[in-house]
């Protein structure tokens, strides 16, 4: 892994005002339900994609975690009719490959989208995050590890530019058996906004990177985690 004070330091030269290096401070937690969050299983073993919906098992929840199971590519549709009071989505997944345009419709009013797992994803639609014009925090655990590029991401990404987007996490998107072995930072954080205080990159697997960060913000802090 890239030497954590090596990179705050040629990171802190390009605009970055406040870079924090330290280990492990973000650690992946329990995923439980509560009174205002409810937990559902998704199994696409013999369903159509298309006719996935939760709008019965969210109800008045505020929240909500989805567990995918035998679901290659991720329902199109899933949270279409879901109640327009969700302010939390959770979506774990271990064997889904693809994430296309449409899968996030229905949640232009969540203020949080957690994605877990996804360790074999290989597709991801460059429009997948346009909808959710409110989001202000965005988890990315495990996401991509195995077989994502950096541009890939970054170019999904791009399409919350211009949202509340406060705080990213990126924790364990890149692994040892992913290909690629340099990050470029601009290909990764090329959003258009001033809206994002905080980003926080740990337990990310890379031998070099490149390119720089653009912060217009006085505010912003870069957090680097080794684990």
Known sequence: MLSTPVLCILLAAEAITSVVGQDCAFM???ITASNDTAVTTVDCHGTQPDSVGLADT???????????????????????DVSAGLSTVTVVSEDSEVLLKGTFEGLGNIAELRLEG?????????????????????????????ELTYAELGAAMYGLSGTPLSRIVMHGIHSRRNKEKALNVTSLFRMQHESVRE???SNNIIQHYFGKIISHTSEFKLRLHRC
């Open 118 to 146: 996804f360790q074999m994803l290989r597709s991801l639609s460059s429009a997948v995050f346009r909808p959710l014009k409110n989001l202000e925090r965005l988890f990315l655990v495990g996401f991509g590890a195995d």
């Open 58 to 80: 969210t109800g008045n929840s505020t929240g909500v975690v989805v567990y995918l199971y035998n679901c290659t590519t991720v329902p199109v549709g899933m949270f279409v």
């Open 28 to 30: 992946p937690g329990p």
């Open 199 to 201: 980003l926080v990159f």
